[in-house]
């Protein structure tokens, strides 16, 4: 069977990692393996490991050109001849929707999280099979355009276990890390991504000061850059940690490789988004190294954390609620490595999409 996946760009993000972790599943499981996009700093990967790639322009939006576009692509999908199509964004689906009119190959499109909704996204729903990433993606989908939720297929993004397995872990680099920033024998809360205001980390900051009445060397750990569109905000964060006197409690560590290290570092990590995440990846992964995790209580890690168990939720903004949950989610313990492999696996995610893939053959 011949796959074929289209996404915008091959550049850094959740939706092209995740095309190219199937893309290595499908190849490991005597697949071909084709991705069409208009090029980007994973192609490289792409190829070492054995998908092939053609670039084409699926990203711009130019009106103008779309006509020329959709007859290009239909030249180009005659000449790849997929068994499948799989669309992971709304512009290349709507190239993918007039180009495949005539060919009349089977399409599965993923909705990777929570669109605006007009039209415009509603391409996503008009295919043979659509796939939510999480529950809460399919119930937003399904509400929005009055969809049966018997249509929508919910496949989870997989976790690296791999990359993510407590016994794969540098304990170098922790023990160099925990000396460099003054982490040893202190509760350590972390917060690893982004540093932008969808993740509310003033909220992160403001329960380490209550936690600070109970836990004097508590540590909130912050591990994530800020692009230079952030400055301004990174700059109001330290601002608010001189104004709680939290200069010896809060670490501000920069862009990290070395994330399931700084999992294992924590003793509990924090997901404080205000926007719902799609699925929360760093949920599962931190999960899987075994440490608890705290998060918002919406969106697609209440799949994930299963409260009591391995993490609790808190209230959007309530830090008082987030610092009483650190502190109860500190004495967790639980075999997280276990449950992500029964449940968010890469290996569970290829193998719950080829069945979408043989269905439609």
């Known amino acids: 069977m011949k796959i074929v996946q289209i996404l915008p760009e091959l550049n850094l993000g959740g939706v092209e990692r995740g095309t190219i972790e199937l893309a290595k599943n499908l190849k490991a499981k005597g697949f071909d393996s084709v991705v069409v996009s208009n090029g980007g700093k994973l192609v490289q990967i792409l190829l070492d490991e054995g998908s092939n790639h053609y670039k084409f322009d699926v990203c711009s939006k130019n009106i103008l050109t779309f006509p020329g576009r959709i007859l290009g692509l239909r030249t180009l999908l005659k000449e790849i001849k ?216 919406h969106g697609g890690v209440k799949d994930i954390v299963k409260e009591g168990i391995n993490g609790y939720f808190f209230d959007v903004g309530d830090a008082a609620g987030l610092s009483a949950k650190i502190k109860a989610a500190r004495e967790l313990k639980f075999d997280g490595f276990r449950y992500i492999s029964e449940n968010f696996s890469l290996e569970k995610m290829a193998n719950e999409t080829i069945k979408i893939y043989e269905s439609l053959i």
Not at 236 to 259: D, H, R, W
Not at 260 to 274: L, T
Request: charged letters at 25%; one cysteine or more; proline letters at 3%.
């Open 82 to 297: 997929p068994d499948i199509i799989h669309v992971r964004s709304r512009l290349p689906a709507w190239l993918v929707f007039f180009a495949n009119k005539s060919l009349k190959i089977p399409v599965v499109a993923t909705i990777h999280g929570f669109n605006s909704i007009n039209f415009y996204s509603k391409i996503m729903t008009k295919f043979d099979r659509t796939i939510c990433v999480s529950n809460a993606v399919k119930d937003y989908v399904a509400k929005s355009y009055n969809i049966d939720k018997n249509s929508l297929a919910v496949i989870a993004r997989g976790v690296n276990l791999d990359e993510f397995s407590p016994k794969n872990l540098d304990f170098d680099f922790i023990k160099n890390f925990t000396k460099e920033y003054e982490l040893e024998n202190r509760l350590i809360a972390g917060f690893i991504g982004r540093i932008t205001q969808l993740k509310d980390i003033e909220t992160f900051i403001k329960a380490i000061a209550i936690l600070k009445s109970d836990f004097k060397d508590v540590a909130g750990l912050i591990v994530g850059e800020a692009r230079n569109d952030k400055l301004e905000y990174l700059s109001t964060l330290k601002e608010l940690v001189k104004a709680l006197n939290l200069q010896q409690n809060i670490v501000f560590a920069g862009a990290c490789s070395k994330i399931a290290e700084i999992y294992k570092i924590c003793n509990v990590v924090v997901s404080s988004s205000k926007k719902p995440e799609s699925f929360g990846r760093s949920v599962a992964e931190a999960i899987a190294i075994g440490t608890p995790v705290v998060a918002s209580n």
